[in-house]
Antibody, heavy 121, light 108 residues
Framework: QVTLKESGPVLVKTTETLTLTCTVS??????????VSWIRQSPGKALEWLSH???????SYSTSLKSRLTVSKDTSKSQVVLTMTNMDPADTATYYC?????????????WGQGTLVTVSS | DIQLTQSPSFVSASVGDRVTITCRAS??????LAWYRQKPGKAPELLIY???TLQRGVPSRFSGSGSGTSFTLTISSLQPEDFATYYC??????????FGLGTKVDVK
């Protein structure tokens, strides 16, 4: 079955760089119909889309965070990696990775459980 | 960027009630709109995509309608597991995406 699982540090300091890994199973990152996005949710707040990587390695970023984000994938390891530079307490959030399947409304049909990242000064 | 505005922000309802949530887009997104339910402490789950297509396994009490800039999610008979927060999401600007700010459905 399809699963996604986020991993990374629980706690980072202000100005540090965050690196998160999404490990997927049950599908291939090279499948032309598949892509993976990163989405975050600050405590008590709404979902915020951050970044997407498609099977052909096309990458996209949130307009407001573009300068701080980098996404990449390692198809052989079934992993998608997100880095976010210059972390701030306002970046404290649960970070999710989610699969998007083209041809199904470009919606996120499977999600990881999320990983809570706290930024402390 | 396309903005999505959900209304209301909060709904108080009882089991068995009919609940309607609206999502308005800042510009035409055709039918590229999805809905998610997020239970407390859990990841969101996809309910509906392309405005009105029910995701596999989603109960038929959920329905979606609309087009262009105005969309609606309807729960025909609210169940205990439906007390949650609901989000709309546009995919018209793929590979850039937007979520609405959410509508919380709680117990009256």
């Amino acid at each position: 079955q399809v699963t996604l699982k986020e991993s990374g540090p629980v706690l980072v300091k202000t100005t540090e760089t965050l690196t998160l890994t999404c490990t997927v199973s049950g599908f291939s990152l090279s499948n032309a119909k598949m892509g993976v996005s990163w989405i975050r949710q600050s405590p008590g707040k709404a979902l915020e889309w951050l970044s997407h990587i498609s099977s052909n390695d096309e990458k996209s970023y949130s307009t407001s965070l573009k300068s701080r984000l980098t996404v990449s994938k390692d198809t052989s390891k079934s992993q998608v990696v997100l880095t976010m530079t210059n972390m701030d307490p306002a970046d404290t959030a649960t970070y999710y990775c989610a699969r998007l399947t083209r041809g199904y409304g470009d919606a996120f049909d499977f999600w990881g459980q999320g990983t809570l990242v706290t930024v402390s000064s | 960027d396309i903005q999505l505005t959900q209304s209301p922000s909060f709904v108080s309802a009882s089991v068995g009630d009919r609940v309607t949530i609206t999502c308005r887009a800042s510009r035409d997104v055709k039918s590229w709109l999805a809905w998610y339910r997020q239970k407390p402490g859990k990841a969101p789950e996809l309910l509906i995509y392309t405005t009105s297509t029910l995701q596999r396994g989603v109960p038929s009490r959920f329905s979606g309608s609309g087009s262009g800039t105005s969309f609606t999610l309807t729960i025909s008979s609210l169940q205990p597991e439906d007390f949650a927060t609901y989000y709309c999401q546009q995919a018209y600007s793929f590979p850039l995406f937007t979520f609405g700010l959410g509508t919380k459905v709680d117990v009256k």
